[in-house]
């Protein structure tokens, strides 16, 4: 009964799991600020691109 008292007590793993959560969460934000930038860059390029013929 005492050890699992001790495992219920334990958050050691606690927080690994929420640095990974952020991680993926900081990952997920910035897939789609680049995704966003490389779009609106490409967008700008080809405009350019069209108004030099």
Avoid: H, P, W
């Avoid at 993926?24 to 860059?41: D, E, H, P, Q, R």
């Amino acid at each position: 009964m005492r050890i699992l008292i001790n495992l219920l007590r334990d958050e050691s793993g606690a927080t690994a799991i929420e640095y990974g959560l952020i991680a993926a969460l900081i990952s997920v934000a910035a897939i789609t600020a680049f995704s966003t930038v490389g779009t609106k860059l490409s967008a700008m390029m080809l405009n350019t691109a069209n108004n030099l013929k």
